[in-house]
């Protein structure tokens, strides 16, 4: 469990870098609060003179103002993650965070405030009461005058999240792209076969979860290595995401030769299982769809009357799905040489996201033809790019409810662009006459 956190943390590079800016800092302050000479030519000036009582006054002035500053603008950023929060989603926030222009103003603000602190320090222990050279004063200034001219730079960044093409498109990036990667990351150098069936026998033993929380991801690799390691087989029969409490029953392990699974095998593989708190993006489309139906629903309703904000919602959700019918979905079953299923653990299915994704904006669309455009649009990339005879039909079912939906309307004058778009979409699902967009979406038919 140790090793599997610090090879998280390790995997995070901000952190990586904040910690080398200490330390380079700090060797910088201690090595230019040594130096009491001045020889560089005086293209900017000579170095400021004065004992080691004013220098460390001006160390000290120069890292409470830099301190001032920083609070001061991380008070004017809180209104965005404000605003984003409840104009958007609450689920926005730890996304936010993550990708705010303003956590690249931090670093350089980290390296001046190690060199301040580093510098004050050692000066502190040198004895020389008389005026000198120090050149290190002139380093603190420069490196405030950087990491306050970071800071405005960023800062002008920062407001372009107000946008909701930003925040949208914010979404779409870290969740779709982390997913893909994470996702492949998981799967690869692993035999699946999606046709494979794990039977469990009557008797199988219960795997337990080992704390409360939301299953964040799952070590498929490991998971399988030890599984074969220990001759057990093992499905996993929640999917990334779902909420779980602490010894609830996860999945089932079967040992090859029958009979009792030991407790030590079912705490190593209850290990692989990584539960925590709160849900993250990067293993969990769904939340990535959520958020982006969340924002769809709240311009949907009715203190807000926003569609078309709805509507842009829905054209990043439509690149979701167009991203996720590429990955593989459903079970992954991992089988041996054998063709026999030794790790199976359950997952969403194309059909599974495409009712996630329309369901709620269907629900409070009130029949807006712009919404229910988009999402016959929504429901022509998934039916064209489906890999599943069900997924298809799944397709087809959501164009009929938008249909059911118009049919049902006193105004249907309002809907005869809808119609005729609902036309050719029928048509493509048909294979018949296609429009050259349609065409060209039918070229991205896999294989």
Known sequence: MFIRRLRRFLSQPYWLVMGA???VGGALGIALARVQTDTAPALFGHAWPGDVDDTRGALGALLGLQITVLTI???LNTPVIQTAASQYSPRLVPIYLKSAPLRRAIPFFVLSSSYILTAIRELGVIEDAGIRPRPV????IILVLVALCALVVFLARTFRFLRVERVLGLVQDLIVTATERRIQARLRRLPLDPAAVLRLPADATSLLAASSGYLADVDLQDLTRLARDWGVRVRICITVGEYIDQEEVVGWVVADGGGAVEAHVLHGLSATLRIQSAREPDCDPALGLRILVDVANRALSSSANDPYTARQALHQIRSVMRRLAGLPLG?????????RARVSLVAMRLRDYLFLAVDGP????GGDPEVLEEVLQIALTVGLLARDAQDRAA???LLARVL???HHSPEKDRFHRLLAQAERVRASFQGERRTRVEQGRADWLPD
């Not at 079970?331 to 063709?339: F, K, L």
């Not at 269907?362 to 669309?365: F, G, I």
Request: no cysteine; hydrophobic share 55%.
């Open 21 to 23: 800016l200490v330390v």
């Open 73 to 75: 603008v991380l008070s």
């Open 137 to 140: 004063l002139s380093g603190a």
């Open 331 to 339: 079970d992954w079953n991992v089988v041996d040489p054998d063709g």
């Open 362 to 365: 269907l629900h409070y669309a």
């Open 395 to 397: 397709a087809h079912a």
């Open 404 to 406: 059911a939906d118009v």
